[in-house]
Structure formats: C-alpha cells, structure tokens
C-alpha cells in the first residue's frame, strides 16, 4: 500500500468523524419504589423530599382508609396517604416500615407511604414502554410506562391522576 493511499483513508476518517453528531437523548427522573413486592415509580419532578418513616405519624378519626394519618414536618402538617387501595394491591404499609415520598401535583400536597425506597435515577426517554392493554384494569387510568430496573418490571405511575382520583374520594 502506498503513503498517498494510507494519507486518503485518513482523510476520509476524518471527514467521517466530522459527520458524527452528537446528539444527547432527553432523560427522566424517576424515584423507583416497592409496594407489596411490586415496583412503582413517580417522575422525580413531582417528589419533592424522601422522608424517614421514622416520623411521628398521626391518626385522624373519621377519615378514610387511604388517609394513614400526618407528620408534623418542620412545622407543617402533611397528610400520608397509601396507594394500595386505588392500585387494589393486598397487605400494604399499615406499618412504620418504609418511607414517605413527599410529592406535589394536581394541587396537592402530600406523603405518599412506600414499602422501600429503592433508588432515584435518570432514565433516557426511549426506555419508557407505553403500556400493554393486559394490564390490570384498576392500574390502567394511572400509568403512564413501563420499564425495566434490574432485570424487573418497573410501572411508571402519573401522580397528578393518582392524587387527583384520592380528591375525588377513591379512599
């Protein structure tokens, strides 16, 4: 092979390497949780703080089953709501276990209790599956993906339609 031969093919890479764009794909925020052995997620732009379960929670009588009671958080009173009742999933977080996402959206305020807390990551969009029509009924109106989290099935909820269905009195 001759130098002018190897001097072209380098030109030519470099050409090629001056065509490649670099294009950045548009990522999501998720807080990954467990409810009853199940994997759920929230997009991250809707929860706002992680709180300890280990906060005092309170019982209100006369509210509903959803309502698990409310903490005092630095000064302010926060509901904390489970979420087995509208996702018709068994046993549940009756306990002090776990944690409470602290989440904002369809102009409420409140802690959403989970079983754990299993991780916050950013996820590229294109990862996100829509959803299968096999899916649960009671699920259907509150998921917006599915995806997958160490080898799992991970269901990607809509807090603002979750939070809107409790003040319509689903609980």
Same mark, same amino acid.
């Given at each position: 092979?001759?130098?002018?031969?190897?001097?072209?093919?380098?030109?030519?890479?470099?050409?090629?390497?001056?065509?490649?764009?670099?294009?950045?794909?548009?990522?999501?925020?998720?807080?990954?949780?467990?409810?009853?052995?199940?994997?759920?997620?929230?997009?991250?732009?809707?929860?706002?703080?992680?709180?300890?379960?280990?906060?005092?929670?309170?019982?209100?009588?006369?509210?509903?089953?959803?309502?698990?009671?409310? =903490?005092?958080?630095?000064?302010?009173?926060?509901? *904390?709501? $489970?979420?087995?009742? #509208? &996702? !018709?999933? %068994?046993?549940? +977080?009756?306990?002090?276990?776990?944690?409470?996402?602290?989440?904002?959206?369809?102009?409420?305020?409140?802690? =959403?209790?989970?079983?754990?807390?299993?991780?916050? *990551?950013? $996820?590229?969009?294109? #990862? &996100? !599956?829509? %959803?299968?029509? +096999?899916?649960?009924?009671?699920?259907?109106?509150?998921?917006?993906?599915?995806?997958?989290?160490?080898?799992?099935?991970?269901?990607?909820?809509?807090?603002?339609? *979750?939070?809107?269905?409790?003040?319509?009195?689903?609980?």
């Amino acid at each position: 092979m001759s130098n002018t031969s190897v001097d072209e093919l380098l030109a030519r890479k470099a050409e090629a390497v001056d065509e490649i764009v670099d294009v950045d794909e548009p990522l999501v925020k998720l807080v990954i949780f467990a409810l009853d052995e199940r994997f759920f997620a929230f997009k991250g732009e809707f929860i706002k703080e992680v709180i300890p379960a280990s906060e005092p929670l309170f019982f209100v009588p006369g509210m509903p089953a959803s309502l698990q009671g409310v =903490i005092n958080l630095r000064g302010d009173i926060e509901s *904390v709501i $489970l979420l087995q009742g #509208l &996702l !018709q999933l %068994t046993g549940g +977080s009756e306990s002090s276990g776990g944690s409470i996402l602290l989440g904002e959206a369809a102009g409420i305020r409140t802690g =959403i209790r989970v079983d754990r807390l299993l991780d916050v *990551v950013d $996820l590229p969009e294109s #990862l &996100l !599956q829509a %959803t299968p029509e +096999s899916l649960p009924e009671a699920l259907q109106p509150y998921v917006d993906a599915l995806f997958e989290f160490q080898g799992k099935a991970v269901t990607l909820l809509d807090l603002e339609k *979750v939070l809107d269905a409790y003040q319509q009195g689903w609980g």
